[in-house]
């Protein structure tokens, strides 16, 4: 008896679907896009997705570095190709754009796992730590690959059967084949402002007047005086560091305009973020807490700035060479910069 041609017709079609399936699986899994595949050829990588929670634990497991970047985009101008002869060492930049406390948080577990004695910890303290979210200490901000981080690295064979695993592999190969230029740097480095070059003082004014105010109205009583509860976090991730490693906890230089007007919420809760890390690096062994985010002719010129938060390659330098400058224990004269606590 002649098989029925509709089932010979849905059989065929069955077996395609497996064996198409099937192929661009084994190709996902032996491009392998994240490099966090256990049985994956061992191929000379790069960070490939534009979301870099997918790309920092591949990095984080380099043993090539021995030192960490952490923190928001407000860190991510932190150069290690400039820090690590400044400072004498190996620095990966994990900082992310919109990264939670919480984010960071995951981000130092993982280093430490594969580097339990770090030479340098950097950590940005800006709006993240000091003007807190709902949910910021206890969730991410972006889709974030818990599978990464963590957890046995067999389970990320079951994360590899998506769309998006197959668009990362499909351009972590163009790379491997030549046919992709390197976006992001293989240190964690990437200049994500336009180069200097292009900058217009004229669009620039147009962004800041666009952007929301800081919160001018009055402080309660004792709000300068109180921490905020985001300490508790950086106080455990502080805890969880070698007393060797050096501690740089450093606020970013964010425009004037953000910081408010004396007395009101905005300042006040400033104040409370810098109190509560000159605390935290008082009591803690090899710690420099360094503020760049005051009123100073830095902060007060927008010039220097591409938007309030984001300031400009010359400041990432001037920054760069003031925290090596005290790291060093020498005198820093430059008055952008207030050593909250000298290590």
């Known amino acids: 008896m002649t098989p029925d ?24 899994v032996t491009v392998d896009p994240w490099d966090m595949l256990p049985l994956s050829p061992r191929l000379a990588r790069i960070p490939i997705t ?10 984080a497991r380099d043993p090539r570095f021995d030192s960490v970047i952490l923190g928001t985009s407000t860190s991510r101008l ?41 030479r340098i910890v950097m950590i940005g303290i800006d709006a993240a730590w000091c003007h807190l979210h709902p949910g910021s200490l206890t969730t991410p901000n972006r889709p974030w690959p818990e599978w990464m981080y963590g957890h046995p690295a067999w389970q990320g064979y079951l994360h590899m059967a998506s769309l998006f695993a197959l668009q990362e592999a499909a351009n972590q190969f163009l790379w ?13 480095y990437t200049s994500f402002v336009p180069p200097d070059s292009q900058y217009d003082p004229a669009r620039v004014q147009v962004i800041f007047s ?20 985001s300490m508790e976090l950086l106080v455990a991730m502080v805890g969880r560091m070698p007393a060797s490693t050096i501690k740089i906890l450093w606020f970013p230089p964010g425009s004037s305009s953000l910081h408010g007007v004396a007395g009101s919420v905005a300042a006040a ?17 090899q710690t420099l807490a360094l503020d760049f985010n005051r009123d100073t002719s830095v ?13 400009r390659q010359p400041v990432a330098h001037r920054v760069m060479a003031d925290i090596a400058a005290a790291m060093h224990g020498g005198p820093v004269d430059d008055p952008a910069l207030d050593i909250l606590h000298a290590r």
């Open 269 to 285: 809760r400033l104040q409370a973020c810098r109190a509560g890390i000159r605390q935290l690096a008082e009591r803690t062994p």
């Open 176 to 188: 491997l084949a030549g046919l992709k230029a390197q976006r992001f740097g293989s240190d964690g």
């Open 299 to 311: 902060t007060e010129n927008r010039d220097n700035f591409w938007d309030p938060l984001h300031y």
């Open 210 to 229: 666009h952007w929301g105010p800081p919160d001018n109205s009055p402080a309660p009583p004792g709000m300068a005086d109180t921490p905020p509860a």
């Open 78 to 118: 932190m150069q290690p190709a400039i820090l690590d002869p400044a400072l004498g060492a190996h620095f990966l930049n994990m900082a992310m754009n919109s990264a939670s406390p919480w984010e960071q948080a995951r981000e130092l577990d993982v280093f430490l796992r594969h580097h339990p004695n770090p």
């Open 50 to 59: 534009s979301n870099a929670r997918y790309t920092m634990p591949a990095l």
């Open 5 to 28: 041609p509709w089932r010979r017709f849905c059989l065929a079609a069955l077996l395609a679907i497996i064996v198409a399936g099937g192929s661009l699986y084994l190709f996902i």
